[in-house]
């Protein structure tokens, strides 16, 4: 079992920067990949970015590619996701999910474990 905790999401400006940060507890975390995931309201929640146990590849959806950067730091069990040039539709609750698959992946339903999520709203 691993317990995910999500912290860091607030409101801020259009073009402003958030850090988002996934604090994991449980089983070893350098076993994991970890990915982002958001969802809007009424809306599917959708694939942010992803990274390998290594820190060593990552990958982002189209949307934020350029903007965002993911990264983790195992020595303290914790994900990051650096949020740039934020846009009103980044607006969304935000999750961390772990895998034990070491690839990087982009489907949801790959992922056996997830946090509460962040609520981070942009606004215009």
């Known amino acids: 079992q691993v317990q995910l905790v999500e912290s860091g999401g607030g409101l801020v400006q259009a073009g402003g920067s958030l850090r988002l940060s996934c604090a994991a507890s449980?089983?070893?975390?350098?076993?994991?990949?970890m990915g982002w995931f958001r969802q809007a309201p009424g809306k599917e929640r959708e694939f942010v970015a992803a990274?390998?146990?290594?820190?060593?590849?990552?990958y982002y959806a189209d949307s934020v590619k350029g903007r965002f950067t993911i990264s983790r730091d195992n020595a303290k069990n914790t994900v990051y996701l650096q949020m740039n040039s934020l846009k009103p539709e980044d607006t969304a609750v935000y999750y961390c999910?772990?895998?034990?698959?070491?690839?990087?992946?982009?489907?949801?339903?790959?992922?056996?474990?997830w946090g509460q999520g962040t609520q981070v709203t942009v606004s215009s």
């Open positions: 990274i390998v146990w290594s820190g060593g590849s990552t």
């Open positions: 999910a772990a895998t034990p698959l070491p690839v990087l992946v982009t489907i949801r339903g790959a992922y056996n474990y």
């Open positions: 449980g089983r070893t975390f350098v076993n994991y990949a």
